[in-house]
C-alpha cells in the first residue's frame, strides 16, 4: 500500500509552468503512478499515468526517476481554468488511498 | 476516454428516508467499482468496492446495513443510504477500473446529498 505525499497547496499565476512532485517512496514494481484533477463539486478527471520516464500527453506532462520514488506533474502555461485539487495516485485501485492533494491556485 | 455516470446529480430528503444512487459504466463493462464519499474541503476516502455477482467489501467504519451496495450488472452498481440522517450529507462519487490491471479509475459526476 504506497503512501503518497504532496505539498497542500500551491500558488501561480497564468502562463506559468507549474510542477507538482509526489513522494511514494514505497512504491512497488508492478504499481503505475497516476494523476488526477478535480473541480469543486465534480469527480476526479484521469490527467496522466506512467511507470517509468517521461510521459507527455495534450494536457500534461509526468517525469518519473529512474527509482520510482517519487513523479513530478507538470502542468505547461496554466490557465485560471486549472485551478482545482490535484491528487498522485499509486498502485492497485483496491487498495489506493486518495491523499489530501494538492490545491492549485492560479491567479491572474 | 471511458465515461461514468451516477444518477442522480444530486438529492434533499428528509431524516430517516433511504436514498439511491446509481453508477453506472457507459461505454465499458466493469466487473468492480468503487464507493467514495468526499465533506467540504477534505479528500476522497474509500467506502466500499462493489463487485458484479458478489458482496461488497466495505472499509474499516463503513457500516454495511446502512450503506447496501448491489452492483446488479456488468454497467451498474447501486449504493442506496438507508434510514439518512444529516450527518450523511456528503458528496458521493463512483468510479471504475479500466485497463489491464485496472490501474486507472474513470470517476462519475459525483453526486450531492443533503439530509434535512
Avoid at chain 2, 19 to 26: A, G, P, Q
Avoid at chain 2, 46 to 73: C, P, R, W
Amino acid at each position: 500500500l504506497a503512501k503518497t505525499t504532496q505539498p497542500i497547496s500551491m500558488d501561480s499565476y497564468e502562463g506559468q509552468e507549474v510542477n507538482i512532485t509526489c513522494s511514494h517512496n514505497n512504491i512497488a514494481t508492478n504499481d503505475y503512478i497516476t494523476w488526477y484533477q478535480q473541480f469543486p463539486s465534480q469527480g476526479p478527471r484521469f490527467i496522466i499515468q506512467g511507470y517509468k520516464t517521461k510521459v507527455t500527453n495534450e494536457v500534461a506532462s509526468l517525469f518519473i526517476p529512474a527509482d520510482r520514488k517519487s513523479s513530478t506533474l507538470s502542468l505547461p502555461r496554466v490557465s485560471l481554468s486549472d485551478t482545482a485539487v490535484y491528487y498522485c495516485l499509486v498502485g492497485d485501485p483496491r487498495d489506493m488511498r486518495f491523499g489530501a492533494g494538492t490545491r492549485l491556485t492560479v491567479k491572474p | 476516454g471511458a465515461v461514468v455516470s451516477q444518477h442522480p446529480s444530486w438529492v434533499i430528503c428528509k431524516s430517516g428516508t433511504s436514498v439511491k444512487i446509481e453508477c453506472r459504466s457507459l461505454d465499458f463493462q466493469a466487473t468492480t467499482m468503487f464507493w467514495y464519499r468526499q465533506f467540504p474541503k477534505q479528500s476522497l476516502m474509500l467506502m466500499a468496492t462493489s463487485n458484479e455477482g458478489s458482496k461488497a467489501t466495505y472499509e474499516q467504519g463503513v457500516e454495511k446495513d446502512k450503506f447496501l451496495i448491489n452492483h446488479a450488472s456488468l454497467t451498474l452498481s447501486t449504493l442506496t443510504v438507508t434510514s439518512a440522517h444529516p450527518e450523511d450529507s456528503s458528496f458521493y462519487i463512483c468510479s471504475a477500473p479500466v485497463g489491464f490491471r485496472g490501474e486507472t479509475q474513470y470517476f462519475g459526476p459525483g453526486t450531492r446529498l443533503l439530509v434535512l
